[in-house]
């Protein structure tokens, strides 16, 4: 086999696995840092959505290649890279909001907004913690969690829409 033959394999159902594997293998990675005590934001848990589909979409995809149903599987190729391209944006619009380029959701940055009682907020500070979505908990080789995420969400869909078209 060559190199290539490994990374994009002639088989349609070989590449489905291989984006399911891929799937998996990344929220492996996220529970394990979120284990470690990295507790991911509001944004965080809403760019994993992408890869919690992708894993059993790809599983079926590789399913309806092996039964010989191809524009089945492109369809579900071409659903894995539409999911991936909406992950990638995301992870984009994260990585800004963690480099103060724009704002993100009031949910987790940003100050208070409209009237304060002291007693409240009190209460509040008991029972809820909020990880804030504008600040790095972890950079690795320089780039965030959200920063990887574009990167591996961007490969996943190029993937993905080669595989479609082969």
Known sequence: ?????IVLPPSQAARALMIAAASLAILAAVWIFQALG?????????????FYAAAPLA?????AASRSAHGLARAGFALLAAAF??????AAYHAGVEYHWWAGPTACTGGLTGSL???DLVKSLDSVKVVR???VQLRIAGLSLAGWNVLASAAL???????ARL
């Open 85 to 90: 391209v909406a992950s990638a944006a995301l």
């Open 133 to 135: 979505c504008d600040e």
């Open 59 to 63: 599983v079926l995809t590789a399913f």
């Open 117 to 119: 009682d002291v007693n």
């Open 1 to 5: 086999m060559t190199p290539a033959e």
């Open 38 to 50: 990295y507790e991911p934001c509001e944004l965080c848990l809403t760019q994993r959505y992408a």
């Open 157 to 163: 869909a190029v993937y993905a829409a080669l595989a």
